[in-house]
């Protein structure tokens, strides 16, 4: 979901494992032209989202496995004030499709269980990450953490969706197997050959009172800091997109991106497909932008690797649909949680550049993991 746009999938008629290796975008392209080839489309909608549409979620490390890409038996499609519904399979609309899904009943809070890695431990990974940038090992690395949760009862996923799709409607709101949450970050909106993409790194809270909440935004624009590790998740962007774009245009000057809680340091990316290409090619060419790996590419990911101490799973991963005309929206798998019966396992990163406290850098984590602590809450 993402503003009055929504795909909803219910059941499944085709499911894939891409694999690992970096190899598993090329092979889940493949194995879903290999199964349009077998089907018959009566598409009497034709708009973006409509006839047959997959989804997917891929790992954030392209070595670990659990990359999801499937076609729902049902997908209910809105988008201004139009409806539409496609049935995959022998026509017919699975009961199993309207049931109300697990954790319908009265809700529970989320209690507190702990993160993987004590809070001090964190820390001395950021200042460990700042030893590498200072020996000009790395400009730019990325530290997730990540906190676990519990419930007396499943988390109402319906409910979540909802309250997660109000309290940010310009956010990508996703929930595949398992993974959900709304990510500011649109990796990839592609309609037929015009793409766009938005960058985003740099981040402020946000304050109650208006005089305060603005002196916060100047400050966020006008630090050097953080004007420095966006300057650098957006160069990232920009050399993956003109690999494969004719044309491409880009914000000159950053901008900022409200949240209810907090602010990024924006700039979108708009331009003009090669011949020939699909989504999941430009995908691959994107992930992971410096928003959540780091500058050098592979040497972040080696620190990550290194210094994290935790498995991300399809946390910051690419996360999306795409269609038979080849329409496609992604988003990077951020804000999020991973549920799991009656638990769930929350995700937040910080960018780590020269100049980075780490403090300042938990802070920002809490700050972030606040957006989902807040809407499992579904008491309030």
Not at 17 to 28: K, Y
Not at 222 to 247: I, N, P, W
């Amino acid at each position: 979901m993402i503003g009055d746009f929504s795909l909803e999938g219910y059941g499944e008629a085709w499911r894939f494992d891409p694999g690992v290796g970096e190899g598993r975008f090329q092979r889940a392209r493949e194995a879903w032209g290999d199964w349009l080839a077998g089907v018959e489309v009566d598409d009497r909608v034709s708009e973006a989202g409509s006839g047959p549409v997959g989804f997917a979620s891929f790992t954030f490390d392209p070595e670990s496995p659990g990359s999801v890409v499937a076609v729902p038996a049902v997908v209910v499609g809105r988008r201004a004030g139009r409806s539409w519904i496609t049935v995959t399979g022998d026509g017919g609309f699975p009961l199993s499709a309207t049931r109300s899904a697990p954790g319908a009943g009265p809700p529970d809070r989320p209690r507190y269980v702990g993160p993987s890695h004590p809070d001090w431990e964190w820390m001395e990974s950021v200042a460990r990450a700042l030893r590498l940038i200072e020996a000009g090992r790395l400009q730019k690395v990325v530290l997730a953490r990540d906190v676990e949760v519990w419930s007396k009862s499943p988390f109402g996923v319906r409910r979540l969706l909802r309250r997660l799709h109000h309290s940010f409607p310009g956010c990508f709101t996703f929930l595949v197997d398992g993974l959900v949450g709304a990510s500011p970050e649109l990796l990839l909106k592609q309609s037929g050959r015009r793409v766009e993409s938005v960058a985003l790194a740099g981040t402020a809270p946000r304050h109650p009172d208006p005089a305060r909440d603005e002196q916060l935004a100047r400050r966020l624009l006008e630090s050097e800091k953080d004007l420095r590790e966006h300057d650098l998740t957006a160069r990232s962007v920009e050399r993956s997109l003109r690999e494969v774009c004719a044309r491409l245009d880009r914000n000159t000057e950053p901008t900022l991106r409200d949240l209810v809680n907090l602010r990024h340091l924006s700039t979108r990316f708009t331009g003009l497909l090669s011949e020939g290409l699909s989504s999941f090619e430009v995908v691959h060419r994107l992930h992971p932008t410096a928003a959540v790996g780091g500058v050098p590419r592979q040497g972040a990911m080696e620190a990550i690797a290194g210094l994290e101490g935790i498995d991300r799973g399809r946390y910051a991963g690419p996360v999306g649909w795409f269609d038979l005309a080849g329409d496609a929206q992604w988003a990077v798998a951020l804000r999020c949680a991973q549920l799991n019966q009656t638990g769930a396992r929350l995700y937040a990163g910080a960018g780590i550049v020269a100049g980075s406290l780490p403090e300042e850098e938990l802070a920002e984590t809490r700050l972030k993991l606040r957006t989902m602590t807040n809407a499992l809450d579904l008491r309030s």
